[in-house]
């Protein structure tokens, strides 16, 4: 396998900035996913690495080779797609050597690398059957042993799972990554789906507008979003966002919000005493929030507006002063429509975002290698 490395990469489409400027380094056999929403420029970004577009400026490296000019044939990728794109008039057998055929490997390497790769995706009983033949989850496995046949140096995968029911993508998730850690390919994954991007990736890059606005740990993207969309974009439910008003009172830094007063642990306090503005936003995850019956220090009241038992938790929406907010609850956790709940907010857990920016205040852009 061998690294990606994207350099200042480009790509339009007539006004349309498809991709702008991106950098991006996947390392040897590492697994990173590209997520981000319709139209927000990671397939195109993956086309551009495959070779099936043509970057308007930059350079693309695939190991040591710069690819950039070379068409797909070259650039020892391997692709997945999202329609599967088998051959329904071959068999399973042929449809995985397609590849190899292409390459004009000796039929016995052929059938050897086809029976290996049919074995790590457990199809090798399927190999006699016709795509017609298979089910949906059976033809994906398909698609993914004919990618992982050919001597590639790396696999870059295109939404594989989106065709698939939810029971079976969860299944097909799972086997993915047990697969790709087991072949230890360096691997790029484009998805919508903030669940399969937080479960898969060793490193997640979040785009919008051709370009990537945070590359990290799905752990950090998830607890420290660098901004306010990426904090809105991933989580069920989303991250809150509250009004906040920094105050100085009695020599101590205090934020207001909710009706109530927050006290910000010193880390947080040093970033936010340098505001120019007092205006902050306060962000905090539903777990993060404490439900309380009874006043306590540092709690603020609110409104039980909406119960959702959700079986293994509650999802209760409130009103807390003029907005509403969404916190998660044991199961067994008793509320009803119109009562008072007391919440303390995890104040080590709070991302604090500049409100005019959208970015978070110590947010550091880390570099994309």
């Not at 052929?110 to 089910?135: C, F, G, M, T, W």
């Not at 975002?353 to 994309?368: E, F, H, M, N, T």
Request: with cysteine.
């Amino acid at each position: 396998m061998a690294e990606i490395h994207v350099e200042s990469v480009r790509k339009t489409f007539g006004k349309v900035k498809a991709v702008w400027d991106v950098d991006l380094t996947v390392h040897d056999r590492e697994f990173v996913v590209l997520l981000g929403p319709s139209g927000c420029g990671k397939t195109t970004l993956l086309r551009c690495i495959a070779g099936l577009e043509q970057v308007d400026q930059g350079r693309v490296f695939i190991g040591q080779r710069d690819v950039t000019d070379l068409p797909p044939r070259r650039r020892q990728i391997a692709m997945v797609f999202q329609n599967y794109a088998v051959f329904p008039h071959l068999t399973v057998f042929e449809n995985v050597a397609f590849g190899l055929r292409m390459q004009h490997r000796p039929k016995d390497e052929i059938k050897k690398r086809v029976q290996s790769a049919a074995e790590l995706l457990h199809i090798e009983n399927l190999l006699d059957r016709y795509p017609s033949q298979l089910s949906g989850g059976q033809r994906q496995r398909v698609a993914v042993a004919r990618a992982i046949a050919v001597d590639s140096l790396v696999l870059l995968m295109d939404e594989p799972l989106s065709n698939l029911d939810a029971l079976l993508r969860l299944e097909m998730r799972a086997e993915l990554k047990r697969l790709l850690r087991e072949i230890e390919a360096t691997t790029l994954y484009v998805t919508h789906d903030q669940v399969e991007a937080l479960s898969l990736g060793d490193r997640i890059a979040v785009m919008r507008d051709g370009q990537i606005l945070q590359y990290d740990t799905p752990l950090n993207v998830y607890d420290k979003p660098a901004d306010l969309f990426i904090g809105g974009f991933i989580g069920n439910p989303p991250m809150n966002f509250l009004d906040g008003e920094v105050r100085t009172e009695d020599g101590r830094l205090i934020v207001r919000t909710g009706g109530g007063e927050i006290y910000p642990p010193p880390e947080a306090s040093a970033v936010l005493s340098r505001l120019k503005e007092p205006s902050v936003l306060v962000g905090i995850r539903a777990e993060n929030i404490e439900t309380l019956s009874a006043p306590a220090e540092d709690a603020l009241q609110a409104t039980v507006l909406v119960v959702e038992p959700l079986g293994s938790h509650n999802l209760i929406t409130m009103q807390l002063g003029p907005e509403q907010i969404k916190v998660n609850t044991d199961a067994d956790f008793q509320a009803q429509p119109g009562q008072t709940i007391w919440l303390r907010l995890n104040t080590d857990k709070i991302r604090w975002i500049d409100k005019a920016s959208g970015r978070a205040l110590d947010y550091d852009v880390s570099p994309q290698s």
